[in-house]
């Protein structure tokens, strides 16, 4: 029999993504949101959710876009003190020793070093409780041309992503290749041959 646990924050694997926001002034800013992923394939969208105590949540709030960041395993100490560290306190993007760039398609700034970046516009917030939720249109993507596979496919093993545990509040890398989604399933005796995509 089960164990009941009551009502808690246990999602796993939780993503770790890097929100890039401009303040009042034009200071770059990132932190870091496990409560986030993708919301919808038509338009793109990802949505994140923040505290309103969050230096960021007024930064998206006043320029309606946002940057979602995925870090590298080998940024994983920078990641963690972007989460641990405020933006009303220090220039954390400075002080982690990483670079900020201006996007090209919204009004934030996103990590150079980390692999992979989405440039987000906002649609749509929704008060929660204690998190509102920032629904972003991705409206452009930038990777590093060497997270790429030879046909031009993303490759997570190149971005070599982590992920955050929020039971036990621990990093882990991504696991080894376990099968090709919407087809390992074909292999249930008496399963339909029609595969269904999100």
Not at 184 to 194: H, M, Q, Y
Request: glycine fraction near 10%; charge should be negative; proline fraction near 7%.
């Amino acid at each position: 029999m089960k164990k009941s646990l009551g009502p808690k924050t246990l999602l796993y694997p939780t993503p770790v993504l890097v929100v890039g926001t401009y303040d009042t002034h034009g200071k770059p800013n990132a932190m870091v949101a496990s409560w986030g992923g993708i919301c919808c394939s038509q338009p793109p969208c990802v949505n994140i959710s923040l505290r309103k105590a969050t230096y960021s949540y007024a930064a998206i709030v006043e320029r309606k876009a946002f940057t979602v960041g995925i870090p590298d395993q080998k940024h994983i100490c920078q990641t963690d003190y972007l989460g641990i560290a405020s933006g009303r306190d220090a220039d954390k993007i400075a002080v982690a020793g990483l670079t900020s760039v201006r996007s090209e398609q919204v009004d934030a700034p996103f990590i150079a070093e980390f692999p992979l970046s989405l440039e987000c516009r906002l649609v749509h917030t929704a008060d929660l409780g204690l998190h509102t939720l920032f629904v972003g249109e991705v409206v452009d993507v930038k990777i590093d041309p060497e997270a790429l596979t030879l046909e031009g496919d993303v490759d997570i093993l190149k971005i070599n992503p982590f992920l955050f545990d929020p039971g036990a509040r621990r990093y882990y890398g991504v696991g080894e290749f376990l099968g090709n989604a919407f087809s390992v399933g074909r292999d249930i005796p008496g399963s339909s041959s029609a595969g269904k995509q999100v």
